[in-house]
């Protein structure tokens, strides 16, 4: 079903103060930043490799980042899986008995249709799968 780890989602409180590290000193270079509205972010991604980071600012203070923050502090927030097609996916997990918090594809952020898994079902972590193109 998947096909590559396609990004690393994770939770910033300052877009541009976290910039400083990852381009400022890493090295890496943004792509380019977003506002996702429905998400209530905004996302820079770091293209590095085969894949890519990406870093998530809330734009609100009642959004999903930022409850995450609360929760947990900055930090990975998410795992993002490649997938060819994003309803046959959505399917099959569901026919697996995996919890599904997006039962029909959103838009994400870059034009991809994204859908997460509820962690409940996936030893822990949020898992995002996408398809791109
Ligand atoms: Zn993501």
Redesign the pocket.
């Given at each position: 079903m998947v096909k590559k780890l396609?990004?690393i989602?994770i939770a910033v409180k300052d877009l541009e103060a976290s910039l400083k590290f990852y381009e400022g000193i890493l090295g890496l270079k943004s792509a380019g930043t977003e506002v996702v509205e429905e998400q209530k972010v905004r996302?820079a991604f770091l293209p590095i490799g085969d894949t890519e980071v990406?870093l998530?600012e809330s734009t609100e203070e009642d959004g999903p980042i930022a409850k995450f923050i609360a929760k947990n502090g900055e930090g990975i927030q998410?795992m993002?899986y490649r997938v060819e097609n994003i309803e046959e996916s959505i399917a099959e997990l569901k026919k697996q008995g995996i919890r599904m918090i997006d039962e029909k594809p959103r838009y994400?952020?870059g034009g991809?249709q994204?859908a997460f898994c509820h962690p409940k079902s996936t030893n822990g972590v949020l898992i995002?799968i996408?398809q791109r193109g």
């Open positions: 396609d990004h989602g996302v990406e998530l998410h993002a994400g952020a991809a994204i995002e996408c």
